[in-house]
T-cell receptor, first 110, second 116 residues
Framework: QKEVEQNSGPLSVPEGAIASLNCTYS??????FFWYRQYSGKSPELIMS????GDKEDGRFTAQLNKASQYVSLLIRDSQPSDSATYLC??????????FGKGTRLSVIA | SAVISQKPSRDICQRGTSLTIQCQVD?????MFWYRQQPGQSLTLIAT?????????ESGFVIDKFPISRPNLTFSTLTVSNMSPEDSSIYLC?????????????FGSGTRLTVV
């Protein structure tokens, strides 16, 4: 059974700080991982994907993957109030549709 | 990435009635997915809709309650039948962009359903 675990938060960080969001997964066969951002009342928006162990950087966002530990994280540098949202991690297995974590609610305090 | 038009964006319905949600994609896609997001919860997959075959439903979801149509490669509908207040949720359609080089899923704007 595929499971994704996330700390539901809320996670509060001051503006300009680094926000760290974490996700663990149960399926060792997973090869790709995605981070989605969902603003209140909106649909999820893909912000990062990662397929290999290590770090992947895109602007202020860095995704980190450790397949041995079955752990994926998202770092947001220089956090802004506009980053306040729920962040969902998700992964497929083969042709299986995406399984989503429950999401972590991030609040960036100005 | 694919652009999905979903409608209606929201509706308030009487219990016992049905609502059909439509999703139109601006490109041809093999699979479309329907998710439900209950208040304060994450996304739960309802079913996968393939063109030319019956939808594949996840555990806990049945065709009689959530009939799905997929008449072509750019369009799908989800009907929520015989609604009860427990069906109040956001319903989202989604497509996999991998085949076109976009990784991850793209979502429609969602349908916020309230059953009274």
């Amino acid at each position: 059974q595929k499971e994704v675990e996330q700390n539901s938060g809320p996670l509060s960080v001051p503006e300009g700080a680094i926000a760290s969001l974490n996700c663990t997964y149960s399926d060792r066969g997973s090869q790709s991982f995605f981070w989605y951002r969902q603003y209140s009342g909106k649909s999820p928006e893909l912000i990062m994907s990662i397929y290999s162990n290590g770090d992947k950087e895109d602007g202020r966002f860095t995704a980190q993957l450790n397949k041995a530990s079955q752990y994926v994280s998202l770092l947001i540098r220089d956090s802004q109030p506009s980053d306040s949202a729920t962040y969902l991690c998700a992964f497929p297995t083969g042709n299986t549709p995406l399984v989503f974590g429950k999401g972590t609610r991030l609040s960036v305090i100005a | 990435s694919a652009v999905i038009s979903q409608k209606p964006s929201r509706d308030i319905c009487q219990r016992g009635t049905s609502l059909t949600i439509q999703c139109q994609v601006d490109s041809q896609v093999t699979m479309m997915f329907w998710y439900r997001q209950q208040p304060g919860q994450s996304l739960t997959l309802i079913a996968t809709a393939n063109q030319g075959s019956e939808a594949t439903y996840e555990s806990g979801f049945v065709i009689d309650k959530f009939p799905i149509s997929r008449p072509n490669l750019t369009f799908s509908t989800l009907t929520v039948s015989n609604m009860s207040p427990e069906d109040s949720s956001i319903y989202l359609c989604s497509v996999d962009g991998t085949a076109s080089g976009d990784y991850g899923y793209t979502f429609g704007s969602g349908t916020r359903l309230t059953v009274v």
